[in-house]
T-cell receptor, first 109, second 114 residues
Framework: GQSLEQPSEVTAVEGAIVQINCTYQTSGFYGLSWYQQHDGGAPTFLSYNALDGLEETGRFSSFLSRSDSYGYLLLQELQMKDSASYFC??????????FGKGTRLSVIA | NAGVTQTPKFQVLKTGQSMTLQCAQDMNHEYMSWYRQDPGMGLRLIHYSVGAGITDQGEVPNGYNVSRSTTEDFPLRLLSAAPSQTSVYFCASNDRGQSVHSLHFGNGTRLTVT
């Protein structure tokens, strides 16, 4: 089967940097994705890592270590609007994504 | 483009009633899927389809049926609603190949079964 572990809650100060970790167990691993979901909204795609290393998209970066079955999402220059839930998800071939249970990020002033 | 459209947005059912949640996408995506989201449980896969005429079960398929007669539509049917099916339901579509990891979600259907 497939399983993902991520912290349930994280709190960080506006303007700071926060890292959300994700560890996974899966067969036929292709890549790790990250999604953002605001309260009452739909998940939206943020980033994807298929290879080891860091991918940067503006204030957001995502990292993958395939050998450690580990990845993280890094959010810099936190803004209040970044308060949301963040989900990691694994891709295994052409089967649908399997999601973690999500990390609720609260950004405080 | 409208993207992924789900209807209705809200629904209240009595136990034992049946209904169909509609999902349509206009991006010509081959893959479509249904997830349910419950507090603290993340997104769990119900059923999915890799193309018209092809469907398969996900993690939590019991009590639900799907069909995929066209590329655009992927309805989810609740056969006999139960309180345990109270949830938020999301339909998603994605393309094959390099974009297979990038799901496009509808705005969800909030279902309450009493």
């Amino acid at each position: 089967g497939q399983s993902l572990e991520q912290p349930s809650e994280v709190t960080a100060v506006e303007g700071a940097i926060v890292q959300i970790n994700c560890t996974y167990q899966t067969s036929g691993f292709y890549g790790l994705s990250w999604y953002q979901q605001h309260d009452g909204g739909a998940p939206t795609f943020l980033s994807y890592n298929a290879l080891d290393g860091l991918e940067e998209t503006g204030r957001f970066s995502s990292f993958l270590s395939r050998s450690d079955s580990y990845g993280y999402l890094l959010l810099q220059e936190l803004q209040m609007k970044d308060s949301a839930s963040y989900f990691c998800a694994v891709t295994s071939g052409n089967t649908p994504l399997v999601f973690g249970k999500g990390t609720r990020l609260s950004v405080i002033a | 483009n409208a993207g992924v459209t789900q209807t209705p947005k809200f629904q209240v059912l009595k136990t034992g009633q049946s209904m169909t949640l509609q999902c349509a996408q206009d991006m010509n995506h081959e893959y479509m899927s249904w997830y349910r989201q419950d507090p603290g449980m993340g997104l769990r896969l119900i059923h999915y389809s890799v193309g018209a005429g092809i469907t398969d079960q996900g993690e939590v398929p019991n009590g639900y049926n799907v069909s995929r007669s066209t590329t655009e539509d992927f309805p989810l049917r609740l056969l006999s609603a139960a309180p345990s099916q109270t949830s938020v339901y999301f339909c998603a579509s994605n393309d094959r190949g390099q974009s297979v990891h990038s799901l496009h979600f509808g705005n969800g259907t909030r279902l309450t079964v009493t």
